[in-house]
């Protein structure tokens, strides 16, 4: 059975990771094969929106240490150059919105994996947890980079130290997540955001994604130069001028992603 399973609907890609019998921990195997996932809804143009979950009880446990103790594993050094790292960077460069509709515990890197996505929405029983502390280790996976830009430099502080559980509720106010929905409901209402996400102008949801990625770094002088530059990209495209027409002719838009 694939540790990655792949289907696209309503022009969104639905990616799950399935390893549930060890709470989707990443392997070398799922995380080369996830990347591989990625690759694939950057190049097919049909692809408008990426919808990542995990099977079974759980979002992703994080690594599997398994893999790890293994002598004949890849070793700490090259998990993160060739395993995560690559994930993080596929997820923040693709220039398509990404949800990551979070169903169970997400620990470790399977927890900043879902911090990477542009929208997080949690079922009421998931959790979050900075695990590494616990066994001697840092945070990876970017978390020490979303964490203290989603929740302040103090909680994410105290929460990559303690490695205290965060419930969904909390992280809700945290501002970790976007929206909690009820256990039952979170497929269905994940998916609802996915598909709208699908059906708007894709470019200028890209350039909002690279544009918030700058964000970070930047100041105000060269923010402001590069929403001048990005407004006048999605100015020429075909979605902004089916926008202003559909806006003037009080309907519907019709956006192509184009």
């Not at 693709?94 to 169903?103: I, S, T």
């Not at 559980?165 to 909690?180: H, P, R």
């Not at 089916?242 to 519907?252: I, P, T």
Request: proline share 4%.
């Amino acid at each position: 059975m694939s540790s990655i399973l792949f289907h696209t609907e309503n022009s969104v890609a639905f990616i799950t990771l399935n390893r549930p019998d060890k709470l989707n921990s990443f392997n070398r195997e799922m995380a080369l094969r996830l990347q591989e996932a990625l690759d694939t809804c950057r190049k097919d143009t049909g692809i408008r929106c990426i919808h990542i979950s995990g099977a079974g009880k759980g979002f992703s446990a994080g690594q599997d240490l398994a893999d790890v103790v293994d002598p004949d594993g890849p070793g700490m050094g090259r998990i993160l150059s060739e395993q995560y790292n690559p994930i993080i960077q596929r997820l923040r460069s693709l220039p398509k919105p990404v949800v990551a509709a979070v169903n169970g515990v997400a620990a470790g890197a399977g927890a900043n994996i879902a911090l990477a996505c542009d929208i997080v929405v949690a079922a009421a029983s998931a959790s979050f947890l900075q695990a590494f502390s616990k066994i001697g280790l840092v945070p990876d996976s970017g978390g020490t980079w979303h964490l203290p830009r989603l929740v302040g430099f103090q909680r994410a502080s105290a929460l990559m130290m303690l490695g205290d559980k965060v419930s969904a509720a909390d992280a809700l106010s945290m501002g970790m997540v976007y929206k909690v929905f009820a256990d039952e409901a979170l497929a269905d209402e994940s998916k609802k955001i996915a598909v709208s996400l699908a059906a708007m102008p894709t470019k200028a949801l890209g350039h909002i994604k690279e544009l918030l990625n700058h964000s970070a770094t930047g100041d105000l002088n060269g923010q402001l130069q590069l929403e001048d530059t990005f407004q006048q990209v999605c100015a020429a495209t075909h979605d902004f001028r089916e926008g202003v027409q559909a806006f003037l002719e009080k309907r519907s838009p019709n956006f192509k992603g184009e």
